[in-house]
C-alpha cells in the first residue's frame, strides 16, 4: 500500500484526467522485477499468445470474407434455398 501512497504524493494534480508526474520522483520508487531468464520466459509466453491472436483473427477476417459472399450469393439468388433446407 506504501507504493500507492507514494504515486499520489508523487502527482502534481489531475490534469485533462491524466495524471502530471516528476521524473525524479518516480526514478526513486523501488520496483521489483523478476530475474532475466524469467522475464524471457514471459516474454516468449506473450509472443506466442500475440501469435495465436494474430492468427485467430486472420481466421476469423478469412470466415467473415466468406460469409458476406455467401450472402451476396444468397441475396442475388445466384445460391438457392428451399424451405427445406432452412428447417
Known sequence: M???KYFLDAS???VLEKMNIHLKKCQILPTIMPPLLEQRRIATILTDAD???AREEAYRDKLLTMKHGLMADLITGKVQ???KEII
Do not use: K, L
Open 51 to 53: 501469435g495465436n491472436i
Open 81 to 83: 434455398v428451399s424451405e
Open 2 to 4: 506504501g507504493h500507492v
Open 12 to 14: 502534481q494534480g489531475v
